[in-house]
């Protein structure tokens, strides 16, 4: 079974702070994606990494496969409250699911 | 490109009713759309992958008679939730994988269900 361990799952920082949310895994996923999530709403695809050691960079937040596709992370700098949600991250596998993370929950404090 | 809505956003029924959530995708056709649950504060929890012409594939624990999908064509899937008891009151989520793509999934903004 595959599965993905996102962490850390709460963070609260002051606005203008760095900070990094990982997801890692011992198996191989042929895609990461990240989403973030609002209250009431449904998840917002951010970014989709598909190449091990690839680096994408969305703004303030960059994105990065592991070389051997088993992790990733997400990079936030100088976060704003407008960051603030829940960060999801979901690793593609071979019967077409993703497999998610348990989420982190970043709240930015103005 | 990319977008996906769902019908309707919130719904409040009595026990022992049944509730119809529809799912379509507007701009891209999806032969594969999943339903999702999702409990307050927690990730996301996979029912059902809907597959269009086909049965739907149910995860361990999900009652297929209970939460029925129709995927009748490549731009709507719909979930019935059939007498529906207050312990399935939560917020249902659906996505839709774009034909042809990766493994990227497109999210509905989100059904609230509650039932009395």
């Known amino acids: 079974t595959q599965l993905l361990e996102q962490s850390p799952q709460f963070l609260s920082i002051q606005e203008g702070e760095n900070l990094t949310v990982y997801c890692n895994s011992s198996s191989v996923f042929s895609s990461l994606q990240w989403y973030r999530q609002e209250p009431g709403e449904g998840p917002v695809l951010l970014v989709t990494v598909v190449t091990g050691g690839e680096v994408k960079k969305l703004k303030r937040l960059t994105f990065q496969f592991g070389d051997a596709r088993k992790d990733s992370s997400l990079h936030i700098t100088a976060a704003q409250p407008g960051d603030t949600g829940l960060y999801l991250c979901a690793g593609g596998s071979v019967s077409g699911k993703l497999i998610f993370g348990q989420g982190t929950t970043l709240q930015v404090k103005p | 490109g990319a977008v996906v809505s769902q019908h309707p956003s919130w719904v409040i029924c009595k026990s022992g009713t049944s509730v119809k959530i529809e799912c379509r995708s507007l701009d891209f056709q999806a032969t594969t759309m999943f339903w999702y649950r999702q409990f307050p504060k927690q990730s996301l929890m996979l029912m059902a992958t809907?597959?269009?012409?086909?049965?739907?594939?149910?995860e361990q624990g999900v009652e297929k008679d209970k939460f029925l999908i129709n995927h009748a064509s490549l731009t709507l899937s719909t979930l019935t939730v059939t007498s529906a008891h207050p312990e399935d009151s939560s917020f249902y989520i659906c996505?839709?994988?774009?034909?042809?793509?990766?493994?990227?999934?497109?999210f509905g903004p989100g059904t609230r269900l509650t039932v009395l």
């Open positions: 996505s839709a994988r774009r034909d042809g793509a990766t493994d990227t999934q497109y």
């Open positions: 809907s597959n269009e012409g086909s049965k739907a594939t149910y």
